[in-house]
């Protein structure tokens, strides 16, 4: 499996909208994440717009991102100026210091599956922490979101579709560090909460998603007005928030 780096830098064209309709990332989880890890400089891997960056640089940390794109990182460095920004990918990436954790938020996904974990490794200190966590999607309405699904099944958005049912989302999470000997003290986590989206705000968060930036544009506008249709002024979305923890061996 190898990553499509079309997709993974097509959120640079949406970065106000993605910057306005993802959601943030709970104050807990932040406060979970420095806890596990020793203290030290922290690393976070696909910063994009800074949308868990500002929540990490807020408790005082010495954090360096990365970010392949340079209009995600443009906005990232406006938002939170006191963090160092490396524009590039994490497989190119060469640290400087090894790091007492690396974090992740909704990005992980997109380092090449078979080096993610050896890079890790590598920059990380003996006893350093990776923290690796992602928002998941439900709309709330089980009626409309099926509504929703079906739109997207016409369009033939089915990989990362944002109308997915709360049991196949589930099935996903799985520790992604399980069976590996050289991470230990595996932990996971999951915050919930719910949030209403008014229809603005919604058709914002679909351009954000790589599945719909990547149709061809009419057909994409084509998609919006049909959903646009369907939620009237707005939604109510479930949002979970994955979090897997692990720590360097040695």
């Known amino acids: 499996m190898t990553v499509d780096r079309e997709r993974s830098v097509v959120f640079g064209s949406v970065a106000e909208e993605y910057d306005a309709a993802r959601p943030d990332y709970p104050d807990q989880l932040v406060t979970d994440v420095l806890a596990y890890a020793p203290p030290g400089p922290v690393l976070e891997v696909g910063a994009g717009t800074g949308k868990a960056t500002v929540s990490f640089a807020a408790r005082g940390i010495d954090l360096t991102c990365v970010e392949p794109d340079p209009r995600m990182a443009a906005r990232l460095s406006a938002k939170a100026?006191?963090?160092?920004?490396?524009?590039?990918?994490?497989?190119?990436?060469?640290?400087?210091?090894?790091?007492?954790?690396?974090?992740?938020?909704?990005?992980?996904?997109?380092?090449?599956?078979?080096?993610?974990?050896?890079?890790?490794?590598?920059?990380?200190?003996?006893?350093?922490?990776?923290?690796?966590?992602?928002?998941?999607?439900?709309?709330?309405?089980p009626a409309l979101r099926d509504e929703l699904a079906a739109v997207d099944r016409r369009y033939d958005v089915t990989s990362s579709s944002l109308h997915r049912s709360r049991e196949v989302r589930a099935e996903q999470a799985?520790?992604?560090?399980?069976?590996?000997?050289?991470?230990?003290?595996?932990?996971?986590?999951?915050?919930?909460?719910?949030?209403?989206?008014d229809a603005g705000r919604y058709l914002d968060l679909v351009r954000s998603i790589s599945a719909y930036q990547m149709l061809d544009p009419g057909a994409r506008e084509t998609l919006l007005g049909e959903i646009s249709a369907l939620i009237g002024d707005g939604l109510d979305m479930t949002l979970t928030t994955d979090l897997a923890l692990g720590r360097r061996a040695g």
Do not use: C, K
């Open 81 to 141: 100026p006191g963090v160092r920004v490396e524009i590039g990918i994490f497989e190119d990436f060469v640290p400087d210091r090894p790091f007492a954790l690396l974090y992740a938020a909704q990005a992980w996904h997109w380092v090449d599956p078979d080096r993610r974990w050896d890079l890790a490794h590598a920059v990380l200190a003996p006893s350093g922490a990776v923290a690796v966590f992602w928002n998941q999607y439900v709309v709330t309405d």
């Open 174 to 197: 799985e520790h992604q560090l399980a069976g590996d000997p050289r991470y230990t003290d595996l932990e996971e986590r999951h915050y919930e909460r719910t949030d209403h989206y």
